[in-house]
């Protein structure tokens, strides 16, 4: 059983920033790629952003291009996801997911369907 675990939510103001870890005890470590989901209240879990793990290839949703980065650590098999000039509409459950099957079209990675595992969540709050 793979599990994911969420790290670094909290709290900030308008225009701040927070950077969410996302931890897994996949061993070994077969996964294709990562990705980051939020979940506002009321609303559909959507996606964020996502990372595949063999080449560091990004890609996200536009309303957080150029405002969020996701990286990976290799070697502690850690996931980022650096949330920079945060907005109220910013607020919601984040969650990490872990998908272990390739794919030849990284666009299907936008959707939940995609992943196998999935984090508990960490919950981010954005005051204005």
């Known amino acids: 059983q793979v599990e994911l675990e969420e790290f670094g939510g909290g709290v900030v103001q308008t225009g701040g920033s927070l950077r969410l870890s996302c931890t897994t005890s996949a061993r070994p470590f077969n996964i294709y790629a990562m990705g980051w989901f939020r979940q506002a209240p009321a609303e559909e879990r959507e996606f964020v952003g996502g990372i595949r793990w063999r080449d560091g290839t990004t890609q996200y949703v536009d309303s957080v291009k150029g405002r969020f980065k996701i990286s990976r650590d290799t070697v502690t098999k850690t996931t980022y996801l650096q949330m920079n000039d945060l907005k109220p509409e910013d607020t919601a459950v984040y969650y990490c997911?872990?998908?272990?099957?390739?794919?030849?079209?990284?666009?299907?990675?936008?959707?939940?369907?995609?992943?196998?595992?999935w984090g508990q969540g960490t919950q981010v709050t954005v005051s204005s």
């Open positions: 997911a872990g998908d272990r099957d390739w794919t030849v079209d990284d666009s299907l990675l936008r959707s939940r369907a995609a992943y196998e595992y």
